[in-house]
Nanobody
Framework: VQLQASGGGLVQAGGSLRLSCAASGRTFSSYNMGWFRQAPGKEREFVATINWSGDSTSYTDSVKGRFTISRDNAKNTVYLQMNSLKPEDTAVYYC?????????????WGQGTLVTVSS
C-alpha cells in the first residue's frame, strides 16, 4: 500500500489543521492506521491510531481532547483533525498502515507533512 499525507502548514497557536492520508494499492479497509510525528531533534513518537473498521481509536496523552483520528474507507483516506494547536505540536507528521491482525505494528509509511505552530 502507498500512503500520501497532506494538509500540513503554518498555523498560530490555538488554531486548527486537518491532515489527510490517502492510500492506494491493497485493500485499505484491511489496515489499522496510525499517525506519528517527529519534532526537530527528537525521535518519532506515536500520536493516534484507528482500527481497520473505525470503531476503536487511541491517542497519546498529550493530544487527547484536542486531536481526532477518523477514516473513510470508501475514500481510502484517514484523517487527523488537530484543534487547539500548541507550539510543541510542531513536527513532521507521518501516517502509517499495518495489518489488522497485528495491532500496533506498522509496515507502510507515508512521506510526512510538516506542521508548524507559531506562538
Amino acid at each position: 500500500v502507498q500512503l500520501q499525507a497532506s494538509g500540513g502548514g503554518l498555523v498560530q497557536a490555538g488554531g486548527s489543521l486537518r491532515l489527510s492520508c490517502a492510500a492506494s494499492g491493497r485493500t485499505f479497509s484491511s489496515y489499522n492506521m496510525g499517525w506519528f510525528r517527529q519534532a526537530p531533534g527528537k525521535e518519532r513518537e506515536f500520536v493516534a491510531t484507528i482500527n481497520w473498521s473505525g470503531d476503536s481509536t487511541s491517542y497519546t496523552d498529550s493530544v487527547k481532547g484536542r486531536f481526532t483520528i477518523s477514516r473513510d474507507n470508501a475514500k481510502n483516506t484517514v484523517y487527523l483533525q488537530m484543534n487547539s494547536l500548541k507550539p510543541e505540536d510542531t513536527a513532521v507528521y507521518y501516517c502509517a498502515a499495518g495489518s489488522r491482525l497485528r495491532p500496533g505494528k506498522y509496515d507502510y509509511w507515508g512521506q510526512g507533512t510538516l506542521v508548524t505552530v507559531s506562538s
